[in-house]
Every structure is written in C-alpha cells, then in structure tokens.
C-alpha cells in the first residue's frame, strides 16, 4: 500500500550508541527470532500484548522488533500512550495503533507535541486531528515542515481554499503521509490524458480525494469506457466523480444490460435519463427494479450471454 511506508526518519531519535548497542547484542535468544518468545522475560512486551499490540505484524517492520525491545514501558512508553489518548486515539485503538506504528514509540515526546500543536494552528480540530491520527498512522512521524508543505502543495495544486485544502485531508489524511509522486501523476493523467479542464480536477479531486492516489491504469481504464464507449461528456463525469471508484466490469455489465434492454440514456434532457450515480452504486436488486425494469434472473441470464 503507497502510504504504508514510514518515514527514513522514523528511527532518527535513536542515538548512535542505542544503534550501535541494538546492532552489537543479539536481542533475540539465537534459537529464536520472535518476539513472542520474549514475552515471558519482558514487561514491556508482555504489557504491550495486553494492550493489543500484535507482536507478529510489529516484528515484520524494519528494524520495529528491535526497537521495541530496547525500550522501557514506563520510562518510554507510558508517555507516548497518555499522548495518543491526549490526542483522541480510543484505549481500545491504541494496540492497533501501535501494530501499525511501533516507531511512534522512539520519537520524542515534545517534537509530537509541536505537530499536533502545528495542526491546531492551522485550525484543525480537536475531533479532527483524531480522526487524521487514527486513520493515517504515521502522520505524527512528520516534520511540521513536511506537514506545512503538504498542505501548501494540495492548496497551490489544486487551487483550493484553505478551508477546502482542511477539508480535503481530514477526508484523506494519508494525503499528507504518502508519496507525492503518484499524486502529481494523477493530477497530470486527469489533465493532459484524459482532457478535464483544471476547474473540473479540481472539482473531481474535492468530491473523490481517493481519485489522487488511484492506479492511473485503472482510471485510464474506466474513462476510457466511459467517455469513448457510453459516450459520458467531461461535464457529466465531473459531476460523478465517484464513478471512476467503482469497479469497471460492474459498469460494463450494466451498461450492455441497459443497451440491450434500450435504456441506455445517459443524457439529463432526456426523460429516461439514467445518472452514472444510479448506474454504479445501487445494489443489484434496486437497479434491476428500478432502472432496468427488469427481474434480477433476466439480469443474470444475460450475464452469461456476454
């Protein structure tokens, strides 16, 4: 997953002596290499289990399971814990929480609390920041720096107000956690690939976010179908936005349905307009009925057909 990866800094707290001692001590008993079997002769694993934390997932991160072992829950960790409960993260989020970023743990507690300090200057709130927190683990990893930019790039890219921009990353936080490479792709595949003006990705992006960090072979894909096959104009695909999130072969199998059954009308002015909204979100049932008029079993026997 593009917003998966830590930051190179994750580990930067950790002074030289601390690296050279975790690279000097075998912390794992030789004839074995989980942190399971260290659960026993250590509190700190043995609290951080009680609290949820998968230990299997931690160890699987780079250098998470010797990180953890050096630490001292009370000494270290407590503070981090009673931070993230400052910060909204709920007790019985803080093991998952943990599982998915252990090396919050090694940062500083002051350097976190400037982040979160620098969120709240631009006016987050507190039920955002932890909604963002939760749902884009590493975000407290980064530089207020990082962040500030961040937050520049999508406001300048975009053109987007600065409550919009707000808006926009509480609705996606890992925009501010992921790569921007891929999303300067995209930008630049709905732009000069696939034709919209700058207004309407702007448009596009503000509705569906998640349209910044798509696979630009599926979007490529499913405009392409749209556009160039059901004859969709640009105006009407910035409209629904959300269609290029569904899955393509379902938009396709409902499309021939509605071709053969003649109702294939994409066109608001017309009386038997079908909007992409109802084409690509109802379930099967409510589509069947009400927009193809026909049984769910003339659906499936058709399905065979293609």
Same mark, same amino acid.
């Given at each position: ?15 030289? &002596? ?24 250590? &509190? ?29 829950? &009370? ?13 909204? *993260? ?22 976190? /609390? ?41 406001? !300048? /890219? ?6 919009? @921009? ?16 891929? *999303?300067? &792709? ?9 034709? =919209?003006?700058?207004?309407? *990705? ?5 509705? @569906? ?13 499913? =405009? ?15 409209? =629904?936005?959300?269609?290029? !999130? ?43 009925? /009400? ?16």
């Amino acid at each position: 997953d593009w917003d998966d990866i830590p930051p190179s800094s994750a580990l930067q707290e950790i002074s030289e &002596e601390e690296a050279v001692q975790i690279i000097a001590d075998p912390l794992l008993p030789l004839q074995s290499s989980t942190l399971r079997d260290y659960v026993d002769h250590s &509190e700190t694993l043995a609290k951080l289990v009680h609290l949820g934390v998968d230990l299997s997932q931690v160890e699987k991160r780079q250098k998470a399971g010797q990180l953890v072992l050096t630490l001292d829950f &009370e000494k270290d960790i407590r503070k981090i814990l009673l931070f993230l409960k400052d910060v909204g *993260v709920e007790d019985n989020q803080l093991g998952p929480f943990l599982t998915k970023n252990p090396y919050i743990l090694a940062e500083d507690l002051e350097a976190l /609390e400037t982040r979160v300090a620098y969120l709240k200057s631009k006016k987050f709130g507190k039920a955002e920041i932890a909604q963002m927190v939760s749902r884009a683990p590493y975000l407290l990893l980064f530089s207020v720096e990082r962040l500030d930019n961040r937050l520049g790039f999508f406001k !300048n /890219e975009l053109g987007l107000s600065v409550k919009k @921009t707000k808006d926009l990353v509480i609705r996606l936080p890992r925009l501010l956690t992921g790569k921007l490479e891929p *999303v300067k &792709e995209n930008l630049e595949v709905c732009q000069s690939e696939l034709g =919209f003006r700058r207004d309407e *990705v702007q448009q596009i992006v503000f509705k @569906t976010p998640k349209i910044l960090t798509a696979s630009k072979k599926r979007l490529r894909q499913t =405009f392409d179908y749209l556009h160039n096959v059901m004859g969709i104009p640009h105006h009407m695909l910035t409209r =629904f936005p959300q269609v290029f !999130n569904s899955k393509l072969l379902r938009i396709k199998e409902r499309h021939m349905f509605l071709k053969f059954l003649g109702r294939a009308q994409y066109d608001p002015a017309q009386p038997s307009y079908i909007s992409l909204d109802q084409l690509a979100a109802l379930p099967d049932e409510v589509f069947c009925a /009400e927009i193809a008029k026909a049984s769910i079993q003339d659906f499936q026997k058709f399905l065979k057909t293609l």
